[in-house]
C-alpha cells in the first residue's frame, strides 16, 4: 500500500466550526488532491496541489481552502462548516508529470456535520 | 458534471462467473482507469489503459477501450467472493502543471456470492 495516512479517519462536528483534515504521505510524489465521495456523486475533485505552496481549484471547492507548506503534507480546511458538507473525503498522490499516472488513495475520513 | 458513467450500477453473480461493467464518457480522454473499492477503504488502482490502447489484460482482469464509442468495458473472471466490492471507471485528461486530473463515474456495486 501506499503510504498515505489520512486524519482523524471519523469525526463529528457542528454546523458552523472550522474543521481541518490532515493528509500524509511518505511516497514524496509531487501530486496530492482531495476528493468527496456522496451517494449518486461518484468521487468528486475539490483542490488538488502539484507543488509545495502550489495549489488549485476542483469542481467543488467552494467552502473548502487548502495549503501545502511541505511536500508530505496537504491540509483541507472547512472554514465553516455545513450539513452538506457531510460526506467522506479521499486524499490522493500520484507520482509525476508522466501521462495518466494512477493515483493512489488514502482510506478516507468520514465527517458528520450536524 | 460526471464524464464516466458506468452500467449496472449493481451486479449480482456466483461465484466462478464472469462479471461484465461498462463505462461510458463524453469528451476525448488520454487513458481510463479502472479502481475498485471495498467497504470502508480507499480506492485501489487496477488497470489503466491508454486512448490508442483497444485492450489489456492483468491476471483476472481484461479491460476494452473503444474511442470512439466513447466506452470500456471491465471483465473480471472466473470471479471469487473476495472481489466483491465497488468498481469506479475515471476518466484521465492530462493537465501540464495538475498531472492527471481524473473524473469518475459513480460506481458499479459487484456482489459475488458463494
Known amino acids: 500500500d501506499a503510504g498515505i495516512t489520512q486524519s482523524p479517519r471519523h469525526k463529528v462536528t457542528e454546523t458552523g466550526t472550522p474543521v481541518t483534515l490532515r493528509c500524509h504521505q511518505t511516497?514524496?510524489?509531487?501530486?496530492m488532491y482531495w476528493y468527496r465521495q456522496d451517494p449518486g456523486h461518484g468521487l468528486r475533485l475539490i483542490h488538488y496541489?502539484?507543488?509545495?505552496?502550489?495549489?488549485d481549484k476542483g469542481e467543488v471547492s467552494d467552502g473548502y481552502s487548502v495549503s501545502r507548506s511541505k511536500t508530505e503534507d496537504f491540509l483541507l480546511t472547512l472554514e465553516s462548516a455545513t450539513s452538506s458538507q457531510t460526506s467522506v473525503y479521499f486524499c490522493?498522490?500520484?507520482?509525476?508529470?508522466?501521462?495518466?499516472?494512477?493515483?493512489?488513495f488514502g482510506d478516507g475520513t468520514r465527517l458528520s456535520i450536524l | 458534471s460526471q464524464q464516466g458513467e458506468e452500467d449496472p450500477q449493481a451486479l449480482s453473480i456466483q461465484e466462478g462467473e464472469n462479471a461484465t461493467m461498462n463505462c461510458s464518457y463524453k469528451?476525448?480522454?488520454?487513458?481510463l482507469q479502472w479502481y475498485r473499492q471495498n467497504s470502508g477503504r480507499g480506492l485501489v488502482h487496477l488497470i489503466l489503459i491508454r486512448s490508442n490502447e483497444r485492450e489489456k489484460h492483468s491476471g483476472r482482469l481484461r479491460v476494452t477501450l473503444d474511442t470512439s464509442k466513447k466506452s470500456s468495458s471491465l471483465l473480471i473472471t472466473a470471479s471469487r467472493a473476495a472481489d466483491t466490492a465497488s468498481y469506479f471507471c475515471?476518466?484521465?485528461?492530462?493537465?501540464?502543471?495538475?498531472?492527471?486530473?481524473?473524473?469518475f463515474g459513480e460506481g458499479t456495486q459487484l456482489t459475488v456470492n458463494p
Open positions: 496541489s502539484y507543488g509545495v505552496k502550489d495549489t
Open positions: 490522493a498522490i500520484s507520482e509525476s508529470e508522466i501521462l495518466g499516472q494512477p493515483q493512489h
Open positions: 469528451t476525448s480522454i488520454n487513458n
Open positions: 475515471a476518466t484521465a485528461l492530462f493537465m501540464e502543471t495538475s498531472g492527471s486530473r481524473l473524473t
Open positions: 511516497e514524496n510524489h509531487r501530486y
